[in-house]
């Protein structure tokens, strides 16, 4: 049963315990997109056993959307803690989310992240993204402009997109990044936008090829993801291990 835990002017927090009585020290933290986009349609209780995870806690930033920029986040850590303290966290994030998984890692320190078709940035000084500009142009003031100074070393990090036209300038963005071992920028491409119909929900992509939850589950477990996407034909780049 999924509760409530926390609501503000800028967020809410949900959260759900896992219904099987073993403990485990591991958290899943869902960061959705915008209104909520969870980027999958897996429902959630079937990543309790295949995780081995504790519960699960979705944050979802509320209109007006700023990436993270109308957030408190030391109040957002503190918030968590009483879900957080002593576990050992798991990123998942989509679209907006993705781009707060990413930032929120070096607050909060999660051991995976997966993100979905994150934004790099979307201040105008960086990119020109169109897609959002109604809540982008409302953004009072930028106290994150890119992601450019998240990434953190201890954490791993498998960053997802379609092959896109917009989203490509975040995809390149992000590339910058591929140096580092922690690091895995990968592209699907067979994953295309068609007919006015966008390659933005690389979850789903992959929850039609059958394997989202295999995926998430190798990664989170430190399993390789390069055999998962060779059984299953999926041409991708990006993938080191």
């Not at 100074?149 to 201890?154: A, G, H, K, T, V």
Request: glycine share 6%.
């Amino acid at each position: 049963m999924i509760e409530h835990f926390y609501t503000s002017d800028s967020l809410k927090i949900r959260y759900m315990s896992s219904p099987q009585e073993q403990s485990s020290n591991r958290v899943l933290i869902w960061f959705s997109g915008i209104a909520g986009a969870l980027g999958s349609k897996a429902k959630p209780s079937g990543f309790f056993e295949s995780l081995n995870i504790d519960s699960i806690i979705w944050v979802d930033e509320k209109a007006p959307f700023s990436w993270g920029n109308n957030i408190d986040i030391k109040e957002l850590c503190e918030t968590l803690m009483p879900l957080t303290k002593n576990k050992e966290l798991l990123f998942f994030g989509n679209s907006m989310g993705g781009f707060l998984a990413i930032l929120l890692s070096k607050y909060l320190k999660p051991t995976k992240v997966i993100t979905m078709n994150p934004q790099y940035s979307v201040h105008s000084d960086i990119v020109l993204e169109k897609r959002w500009s109604d809540f982008i142009s409302v953004i009072t003031q930028f106290k994150y402009k890119d992601l450019s100074n998240s990434f953190i070393p201890n954490t791993d990090y498998a960053i997802m997109f379609g092959v896109d036209d917009q989203d490509e300038m975040h995809f390149k963005l992000f590339n910058n990044y591929e140096y580092l071992p922690n690091v895995q920028i990968i592209k699907f491409l067979d994953y295309k936008t068609k007919l006015g119909n966008p390659a933005h929900q690389a979850g789903i992509y992959l929850n039609n090829r059958g394997i989202f939850r295999p995926v998430i589950a190798n990664f989170y477990n430190s399993k390789p993801l390069k055999e998962i996407f060779i059984k299953n034909s999926v041409r991708c780049t990006g993938v080191k291990h």
